[in-house]
């Protein structure tokens, strides 16, 4: 097995990547990009372990980012576009960001977040006022056979108080290649295989998303970016490309059901592993599109601290709704709330063992209290094995929505709208979305009699606030929040019966 920068050295003219508008990227360009950047990187004074940012749209430029860093033994740490400028700069400033690097359709916020922070170095892809293009970037400049180190990713993840958290893992003490070389063997054991095509048509921030655009390169296959994702432009490319393999969220699945007489037949023969997570799918839309594209819809549950359990179409065809047994390396266990090992079939608290650890940055109180001192953690899922190890999910943590893939933690969203003078008490949850699988929902205590200039009035005040994929889509009241005497709020109370007759599981 050779890691992308051998493959690069020894087939230079091998295409490797196609941007979303078609320009194709051969192995010796790729490498050639990122060897300047990293070059750059070190130049300007960044040692391994630093920290560089990324707020960039799906084009060849996160990739190159991706595979300098994990040269030079530097962590990644990709940003939502989403956010806003104060989330933005809350990440820059935790993360201790050395340099932030974006795409042209980010200058304004990302320039606003680093001005927050005081971070001047800037990078941007085209030539803007205040930040260095990217293309000149380490021109001129090499990296030294003894700086070429393993790098790693850093995703940022709220926790309960509703700040986002970076999951950090040690950097391994060896070399890119082996490291790389573990990543395309892991993949592989998926059933990618070299002569693949990769589909990346999600948002690159996305910690799986990332993880696939730049280790299937390592596998050897060609790359292909979506900028936006639609149900119609993904078949397109699937038949033009001769796509093998991507990385989906189920909302996409819905999509492409619900818009699926508006197309013509598109060949999706090729496909040979479609995988998906990061929420559920439901039963009925998962056999539909097994229907539609044949057992190549493989499945597996992980958070960005790690994971997990995988299933082929097969096994979950067997057992509907599972999300698998543990791949290679990991190990699951289910705990009641007293800290004893469940039985099959009993459902508790989900913790998952890897090979490899985490820590929360610089939240030594949040990572302690995802360790069990037998090497197990969780993010806090309810589910249950049955007798044959098999995983079954019956809710995700009390609190976190999950809509379109993405997860949004309520506790962020209530610290903002409490601060409105007009809020006694509030509370956030997901209810039913038939596109999206959830959306936001607030319902707030007044204090005073609450009308519909008031709910508009907070709806604005979300916007004004915070992401957009964060705001609440819709206001309800009540009189008094179900809070028992030591404060703690009942929130099922509340969302339960937006959820009666839905079965509501996870």
């Not at 033009?240 to 996409?252: A, F």
């Not at 479609?274 to 597996?300: R, T």
């Not at 190890?389 to 903002?416: H, Q, T, W």
Request: aromatic fraction near 10%; include cysteine; proline fraction near 7%.
């Amino acid at each position: 097995m050779r890691s992308f920068w051998e493959q690069a050295e020894s087939d230079p003219d091998r295409p490797v990547l196609i941007e979303p508008e078609g320009r194709r990227w051969s192995a010796g360009e790729l490498r050639a990009a990122s060897a300047r950047v990293a070059a750059g990187l070190l130049d300007m004074g960044c040692a391994a372990g630093d920290a560089v940012a990324m707020v960039m749209s799906n084009e060849a430029s996160p990739v190159v980012l991706s595979l300098a860093t994990a040269e030079v033994g530097m962590y990644l740490v990709p940003i939502n576009w989403h956010l806003t400028t104060a989330e933005m700069a809350y990440i820059l400033s935790d993360c201790g960001a050395k340099a932030v690097f974006c795409t042209d359709n980010f200058t304004k916020q990302v320039a606003a977040a680093a001005d927050e922070v005081g971070l001047s170095a800037r990078y941007c892809t085209q030539t803007v006022d205040g930040f260095i293009e990217i293309d000149r970037f380490g021109e001129g400049c090499t990296v030294d056979s003894s700086q070429r180190k393993a790098g790693g990713v850093m995703s940022y993840t709220s926790g309960t108080t509703g700040k986002p958290k970076g999951v950090r893992r040690p950097l391994p003490p060896a070399p890119p290649e082996p490291v790389a070389d573990g990543h395309a063997a892991f993949l592989m054991g998926f059933g990618l295989q070299s002569d693949g095509v990769h589909l990346v048509g999600s948002p690159i921030y996305h910690t799986a998303v990332l993880y696939y655009a730049t280790n299937t390169l390592h596998v050897g296959q060609m790359v292909v970016l979506m900028d936006k994702w639609t149900p119609e432009g993904f078949l397109d490319r699937v038949e033009r490309y001769g796509v093998t393999n991507s990385h989906m969220v189920p909302t996409q699945f819905v999509r492409l059901l619900k818009n699926r007489s508006d197309f013509r037949d598109y060949d999706t023969s090729s496909l040979r592993r479609v995988i998906h997570g990061a929420a559920p799918c439901p039963v009925e839309v998962k056999k539909q599109m097994l229907d539609w594209w044949g057992p190549v819809i493989h499945e597996y549950y992980a958070a960005t601290e790690g994971g997990g359990t995988v299933v082929s179409p097969q096994e979950w065809l067997q057992r509907p709704g599972t999300v698998g047994r543990p791949w290679p390396g990991a190990e699951i266990r289910i705990y009641d709330d007293d800290g004893q090992r469940c039985p099959p079939g009993d459902v508790g608290t989900v913790y998952i063992k890897m090979q490899q650890g985490f820590s929360y940055h610089k939240d030594k109180k949040k990572t302690d209290s995802v360790w069990r001192p037998d090497g197990f953690f969780t993010v806090g899922d309810a589910g249950y094995v049955d007798d044959d190890g098999f995983l079954f999910l019956c809710d995700r943590k009390a609190d976190m929505i999950i809509s379109g893939g993405v997860n949004i933690y309520p506790a962020e969203i209530e610290s903002v709208l409490i601060t409105h003078p007009d809020v006694m008490d509030v509370a956030v949850f997901g209810v039913p979305d038939a596109d999206w699988g959830e959306q936001v929902k607030a319902v707030v205590e007044a204090r005073g009699e609450p009308d519909e200039n008031l709910a508009s009035s907070l709806l604005q005040f979300g916007r004004d606030h915070l992401a957009k994929y964060k705001c609440p889509k819709s206001i309800d009241f009540v009189d008094t929040m179900p809070r028992d005497p030591n404060g703690k709020l009942a929130k099922r109370k509340l969302r339960d019966p937006y959820w009666a007759g839905l079965g509501r599981s996870i």
